[in-house]
T-cell receptor, first 114, second 114 residues
């Protein structure tokens, strides 16, 4: 069965600092991997995804993530945090091809201080 | 991506009553999904709704409690029946289109059961 582990329910950074949100997955087949962001009182917005091909994927708002099969990881990074990045971030996995259910991690709340 | 709306955006209900949540998409989609996000927790898939067939429910969710309709390719409803305070959650619909692996989410319905 698939599973996702997000280390750290809360991550605090200063504005301008590096953002690193960790995600490890378990899947019996090469997975599809996703990062979603949820701003307060809103739904989920897709940040980026990995399906096949290049293992470093770039998303919106300056975020990127690298698929590392050997480490079963898909960590999310951003070189310089902005106050507007404060939100809840969810990593999710699904089996290919499409239309499979998403299995979500427990989420990481990113706090950005001035 | 499709624009997804949900009604109502939030509601406060009395225990024992039922609430029907609507999900409307501005374009035809192949699959529609319903997720629950309990307070402070991650998202859990309730069921997958295909047009013209019965919804497929995940373990722990039953049709009598969460009946779903999918009358066409742009609309679905989820009913939360005989509500209890434990049903207080955010309910989100998501959509996926043939040939694409990404699910897009609506803004959610915030339900409080007293």
């Amino acid at each position: 069965a698939q599973s996702v582990t997000q280390l750290g329910s809360h991550v605090s950074v200063s504005e301008g600092a590096l953002v690193l949100l960790r995600c490890n997955y378990s899947s019996s087949v090469p997975p599809y991997l996703f990062w979603y962001v949820q701003y307060p009182n809103q739904g989920l917005q897709l940040l980026l995804k990995y399906t096949t091909g290049a293992t470093l994927v770039k998303g919106i708002n300056g975020f990127e993530a690298e698929f590392k099969k050997s480490e079963t990881s898909f960590h999310l990074t951003k070189p310089s945090a902005h106050m507007s990045d404060a939100a809840e971030y969810f990593c999710a996995v699904s089996d290919p091809p499409g239309f499979q259910k998403l299995v979500f991690g427990t989420g990481t709340r990113l706090l950005v201080s001035p | 991506s499709a624009v997804i709306s949900q009604k109502p955006s939030r509601d406060i209900c009395q225990r024992g009553t039922s609430l029907t949540i609507q999900c409307q998409v501005d374009s035809q989609v192949t699959m529609m999904f319903w997720y629950r996000q309990q307070p402070g927790q991650s998202l859990t898939l309730i069921a997958t709704a295909n047009q013209g067939s019965e919804a497929t429910y995940e373990s722990g969710f039953v049709i009598d409690k969460f009946p779903i309709s999918r009358p066409n390719l742009t609309f679905s409803t989820l009913t939360v029946s005989n509500m209890s305070p434990e049903d207080s959650s955010i309910y989100l619909c998501a959509t996926a289109t043939s040939g694409q692996e990404t699910q897009y989410f609506g803004p959610g319905t915030r339900l409080l059961v007293l």
